[in-house]
């Protein structure tokens, strides 16, 4: 079984960079793609990155495009996503997930950890 286990969210200020990590275990095979999803009180499940494993191709929106960046370490099993010069649009709760091909729809991931929260003050 595949587990996902978010950690590094916290409060910084805007402007500020934060780095949140997803450990992962219980992959069977190295075709898969790494998600990471943001989602705000009263607003819709949104992809802020994805890894293909097969390729290592990454995707952003162009809401975090060229602030946010996704890494992996596989000897640590761990997926990290760098987050710089954050704004108060980025607070929310950031999970990982991990699914097929890399895409920024939630509905292609079979797997997700249970959430991380970031919050940005002023």
């Known amino acids: 079984e595949v587990q996902l286990v978010e950690s590094g969210g916290g409060l910084v200020q805007a402007g500020g960079s934060l780095r949140l990590s997803c450990a992962a275990s219980?992959?069977?095979?190295?075709?898969?793609?790494i998600g990471w999803f943001r989602q705000a009180p009263g607003k819709e499940r949104e992809g802020v990155s994805c890894m293909s494993s097969k390729d290592g191709h990454t995707y952003y929106p162009r809401s975090v495009k060229g602030r946010f960046t996704i890494s992996s370490d596989n000897v640590k099993n761990t997926v990290y996503l760098q987050m710089n010069s954050l704004k108060f649009e980025d607070a929310a709760v950031y999970y990982c997930?991990?699914?097929?091909?890399?895409?920024?729809?939630?509905?292609?991931?079979?797997?997700w950890g249970q959430g991380t929260q970031v919050t940005v003050s002023s």
């Open positions: 219980g992959f069977t095979g190295d075709d898969y793609a």
């Open positions: 997930a991990a699914g097929g091909p890399c895409e920024l729809q939630p509905g292609g991931y079979d797997s």
